[in-house]
């Protein structure tokens, strides 16, 4: 016969550890676990905080230097195109002054110019490099006698013999500028018109 001296309820277990210990220390392991998570994320974002107001108080003594170099960039920019395009005026220009002297030298002396004009066009050219094209329109007399031999002359002097042979490409007589001067019957008035080579903005 066996007589139970003691309540279920008081009972015990025979382990050293409990559960209500196990879950006590779980309980107090966590909250340490989650403190600690604050605590870090706390100082992190302090640190954070930190760093944004020193990188701040760095840009607003940056940023007027930052745009003044800015602004020096711009301004070279623009310096260096204004001096590009000038540059490339100044190599597709004609000395004027010279071709002229050069003209004079070759003009046979039955023939006297009575007008020069010189026009100027911008293109480009099959490779879409831009061009400066000059024509030069020259007017003049001649005496009737051998006044044929005479332009034919000023005409094959300008389409391709030196000094011209770099500067103008082709010398032509356009149709009808050939003729009787209205002036005086016994000349001829003429018209030549020279298209010069392209004048490249390179």
Known sequence: MRVNLMLDVEQRSASPVSLVMVIRTLVGTLILVALLLVTALFTSYRALQKNVSYADAAWKQTQPKYLAALQLRSNLTYKITTLNEIQGWRKTRVAWGK??????????????????????????????????????????????????????????????????????????????????DPVNKADRVFEIVCKCRPKLFQ
Do not use: H, K
């Open 99 to 180: 071709e002229l002297e050069n003209i004079e030298a070759v003009v046979p002396s039955m023939v006297q110019l009575t007008e020069l004009r010189v026009a100027q066009e911008l293109l480009l050219t099959s490779n879409n490099i831009p061009a400066r094209v000059f024509e030069l329109r020259l007017v003049g007399r001649t005496g009737a006698i051998r006044s044929e031999e005479n332009v034919s002359e000023l005409q094959s002097v300008l389409a391709g013999q030196p000094p011209f042979d770099t500067l103008i490409e082709t010398a032509s007589i356009p149709p009808g500028s050939f003729r009787q």
